[in-house]
Every structure is written in C-alpha cells, then in structure tokens.
C-alpha cells in the first residue's frame, strides 16, 4: 500500500521547543545555587503528567521550598522568548513543500494542547500546511499511547499502512509504532543521546535525505 501521508510531532520535530524549556528551567536552577542535568529532563520528553517535575526535584536539590508561582512566571516569559528566536528545523520547510508536490496529505500529531500547536504554526505560516491536527487535549492518552496517530489517521481518512510519522523521541516513537504506523526519528539536540532504536528509520536531520528517497525506502 503506497504512502499517501506524513504525520509530524511537533515540539522537537517541527520547532525545537524543547531546548528553549530546558534551558528556561536551567537559568532558574542557576538562581537557586544548583543545576539540572539532562538526564532527568529527558524523562518528559514526548510525554506529559508526572514522568519528572522539575519543581520537586528543584526543591529536593535545595533542600527546601520554592516559590512556585514566581519560578513558574519567570521560566514562562523567558521560554517562551527563547522560542520566539527559533526556526522550524532543518529540513522541515523543505519536507513539507516536497510532500505537497507529491500530493500526500499532511497532519501533526502533538501531545502539546491544541492552542499551543496551533498558535506556533500560524505564528511560522505553517498553519495551512496541514490538513488535520490531533493535540494532547483531545484525546484520553497521550503519548506513549498510540491515541493521538489514531486520531490523526481518522482524520486524514488513512490506515496506517499509508501514513508516515515523524518522531523525535521514545514516547513519540512508541505511540506512532503502537499505532501500526512508520516511524523516521530525527532527533533534536535534547533527544540526540536517548534511544530512538525502535523507529524504522534514522536520520540526524530531515536535510540528511530527500523526501522522495525516503519515500522509495518505505515502498
């Protein structure tokens, strides 16, 4: 059955939002006399609820209490300046232009809420495109659960034999494979160390290889 999609994640694949919050939360660690290594933060990466809350694990570094609702304003503002600096990845604009000239549909499957997403991608004039979003507010489970692809295939009328995903992480890889679909990991600077074996392709950057010869792999 002939590939008639692509399936983005977002955060880390199409904009690296990732890096731009662990430094945010380094800075805020720096203030209070102690650091943040990135082991633990790859522990959320890809997912979200309590796989690692960096308020408690700041207090258990300090010994003591936080005022979480300054630290939470703070690390905002500056996270979200950080991002304001960030292009789509490398390879990105290129991907998607080349997926259009091939007639394949296009959707984003994101455990990010769907005003985040959204709100990025017309920000970079990406919004239109894609033809289906599926965010981590309209499902039960989000990543590593395959509820988000399978939302996404719904909406593009796909099974998942037709459908590629397009991953940065663990979490993301293993929803996309527990989805039955493809998976290519294209790691970003935070997720470049975690183990992305399980995706069917790997590539340092989506710049790395033309869309169409990855197509003829996958046929």
Known sequence: MAI????FDFDGTILDTETPEFESWCEEFTLHGTT????????CIGTAGVAF???????RSIGRSVVRVAIRARRRAQHLALIAQQQPRPGVLQWIGDAHGAGLSLAVASTSHRDWVHGHLH????HASFSHT????????????????RLALKRLARTPGQAIAIED????????KAAGLFC??????????????AA??????????PLAEVLRAFA
């Open 4 to 7: 008639s999609a692509l399936i």
């Open 36 to 43: 943040l290594a990135p082991e633990w933060w790859s522990r």
């Open 53 to 59: 809350d960096p308020y408690d694990h700041l207090e």
């Open 123 to 126: 920000r970079l004039g990406l």
């Open 134 to 149: 599926a965010c981590g507010d309209e499902v039960d489970h989000v990543k590593p659960a395959p509820d988000l692809y």
């Open 169 to 176: 992480s663990p979490n993301g890889i293993a929803a996309a």
């Open 184 to 197: 290519i990991a294209v790691p970003n600077p935070m997720t470049r160390a975690l183990d992305l074996s």
């Open 200 to 209: 069917d392709l790997h590539l340092a950057s989506l710049s790395d290889a």
